[in-house]
């Protein structure tokens, strides 16, 4: 059994938090947060007790789950490195790279176990599509697509802060273009436009983009991202390769079909990316917890938290130059 | 907030204990169990109490959710109506139909909340299909087909006792094909066999059947059922109307496809029951819920778990003689 | 190069000769017709010459095509036999069993190539199954269902003089069920009912209906067909086995799909059988012509010809006397 | 009724003659080759007459199908415009765009029916993409995929004088890119490498690429292609807007799945590109004999055949250089 201690118990928080509840081997002591109430209306709920967050590094728990505003995530992962505790820690580790940087390399010398929050990887689908390449079933990678399309667009406030649409949304493939290829991009061209609303295009940000890289094995990669759509989430991801491809499917909300007339309606999207990939957060949990236990598994590293933000900051140059951009891995 | 308490603390009744744990409007505050144990291991988990089943009568909780083994079901539900708790009772009330019918009668004159647990009525698919019909977008109802396939036989000691496919598998679908076409069966003709296993037959059961029934409408309905697949569990309905068809298709476990040589492979079914509706049970339970809030909903009645149980019946008097079998609705 | 005479140039005449001209093994030297107009044009229209249905005989092509009115279809084979030429004879022999037989007995004591157009046979998909059974991928087989139903029901005069849905319709399912899985029949029952029209009922037909077969292996078949969809032409069939299950699923016409708010509109099914089965009537003439130059393959024989139509026969009577009917088979 | 010349009776000419002499609208009269004897052939099998070249622009045939080798393309066109005959030309009109364009001159002078071979945009299911953008229901265009891959690579002697992958394969996706937008690129980089064959980067060209477009209105065009796929044809298209997204899906082979295991196992892709794509010919013949018979329909025009391989010119720049390159149209 794991001894958790959850710190944030924002919406994120309350999304673990019931993963934490429901896990076999864990065992969902405390919660923490800067909100008092909001920590002692989660703990309730699930049969937890509240504490202050300088508390949680010196009770027993063996790991800590960090879920709070993004800011805090380096402090508190040294924190908890510092306090011999397992960490989990919500993406990104710091919208400042050296910030980032410094905090991985407490992590690493205390010797912790450390998982990013990539939770996508844990899709049952784009975990099969992994699979099938780590079997040899594709042979050599040749081209990889990467979809992502969210319903809506955020607010022009967040758009301002957000570090700009690859930093923001497309980060996350970054992450997945370079998981699925074990592989890394030597350049990258960025291609995008404030299509959707004008006022993110004078905020000096785009809402729908193409990017394309080249990995160091040669391999081709696009990935095509947009703010919104009208018809619900939509993620979908192909690897092409020598021997094959795979393809992880755009997910559907439910398996019914009407036949009228010309056409047969299915159900459609996802209404939003939370719909679409609530199971992740706790599939990643479990083999966290799995990890805690002795299991070898790979988990998200410190390396990749870093790594997909380098790719993000490179695509940013790209966009704004118009010209491609390498990058020295 | 609505509390519960959850009588039984076995395989189901733990998968009842995740949804209460997890439910915003629900307070789980008891178990009971004839096994202390049991009931305090689960209590633990969750941060409820474990209690005595007696004194679960003698407390304040709105509801209770009766779990326990099937011959236990009409003296709980009887004294739970007594106490003036809602009821959600799984299936079926009682293996023998008056003394459902007793139980049934003392729940009505008590007049509390009672659902059934016909989980694949919440089924999101099932339940899409279910909308279109009652939207009127396959105008009168024709034909329905329901397919019915477990991954594997249970042993022969179960089949012995289990009063046969038709009681114990094809009940399900009876009551889908009710709740669908809103209808019930005139007439049923069932023609079946021991082809999985010799073991059956000589048990007097059947392990692979057809059953076809007339509605009184004159809507046909068709229901395959089969003991074992090799593929998994396969569930699936169609409704054929007037002004179009609705279907729940076969649902795969994630949306994995690879392409190689001459071949399309894609992800299978899910590997048991349990993997495909196991959110059936939240949905369900979200639903009573949402009654005992105030909500208008339909929830499957004291009179649905009966009605199965009669089209059960006949449908095993059918495949014992051999010929159609009439029922007086 | 095989030399062909086609009898009929009616519509059915025209889909043959279209194959005829396009098959690269065949050449379409004669066209005979009642009409002798009709004739004509297709002779021109393929660059063939139009002739006398006597002259056919006469003549020194190898194969006769007979796609003439249902009446003359055992005389024309008669004759062809004793001609010595190869029979490639539309469905269905004679409606008159008997006539059928002796029909069929001459071209038995003729020796001559026989081909019966059960064109379904030769669906790609359909096809596909009766492989992956025959591969022995499915193991023994239990269940097979048959999905046929029809866009438009025929006018009640054509319905008075079919012969009912069972002879009309269901025996084109009762010969994919007989090749599929190599076995007979053994009993039948029939349940139906005139839902779409009510003057099909006073005709003494049904328009739809539902069937279930017992065959002599114990394995169990599902048919059933409608006269009307709301939604074009509606066929599907699958077979489940100890080993697997193989499906032929419904066919759309195209591969469009519209992702629009909550659905996915896709292209819905061919509009008419016709347009669903095309292909099929040139796969099946590239049967016969394979075998007329040698290569060993099954074709839909005489004995098919006669066994489909004598199940409709039982399944007619079924549905009259409301009992299952056992066949001597 | 039309009558038509055949110009070419090699491969792609006979695909032609089956059509021409499937059309119910078209008298096909002429075949003419500079082999003789093909031309003969071609001619019996179809009951046309053989003919010189010469002598076709002095027959009285309404249309002449231009199927012969490339380097004579612009040529037969010149002579085809100078009879008045209607002219249906293969692609491309002539490698060097000066050559094409002077073809073209006369062919506006003379004022004689034309359509360039862009078959694809009569694929059933590409043209229902169009048909949705036409209609309105995805709005404004934003993001365009198109995929191409090939099954087979060319033999290196081919690569060496096709003009690249760019002019020879990607070219057919630059015409659906601006036939689905109704809108042309400004502005284009295309990534490659030789990642199936080192031979192809010997000879100075890629054989798997993407390629990144920006169209005047905004919208942004991905193309990925590759000239070895290890299941078959691969072709896919989807055009995502304001308002909604269509595909045209990966086009299956046939309907079959087979249920086994964890797997459900379908039939894959089309083996090579014209078992994909040789309904589009009949399809393409069509829409030109309406438009002769006086319908108004959309036919890919002079200008088309010319844009499509500008693009394809300013790729190969962009593949050369490294560099996005700009368009002016």
New interface residues.
Partial sequence: MQHFALIGSGFMGNVHA?SL??H?SVSFDLVADIDEERAGATAD????RAISVDSVFESDVDAVLIASSTDTHADLMERAADAGKAIYCEKPIDLDLERAKRACHAVERAGVAFMIGFNRRFD??HA??KE?IDAG????I??V?L?S?GPTPPPISYVKVSGGQMRDQTIHFFDLARWLTSDEPV?I?A???A??DPAVGEAGDVD???G?M?MAS???C?I?C?R?????Y?ERLEV??????????????????????????????H?DWFDRVEETYYAALDAFVRVLEGENLALPSLVDGLAAQTIADAATRSLQS???VRLDS
Same sequence: chains 1, 2, 3, 4.
């Fill in positions: 019931a509840a429901r076999p709920k699930y049969g937890a049952r689908s099969g599509v099938a079933e594709i042979g050599r040749e081209i697509q979809t399309r350049e061209f291609m995008g436009g299509l959707i729908t983009s193409l394309v080249r040669g391999a081709l696009q095509d947009s919104r759509t009208a018809y619900g939509d092409f390769g020598s021997l094959g491809m795979a393809e992880s499917r755009r997910q559907r909300v439910s398996d019914v079909s009407l036949y009228k007339g010309r056409y047969v309606v299915e159900a459609g999207m209404p118009g010209t491609p």
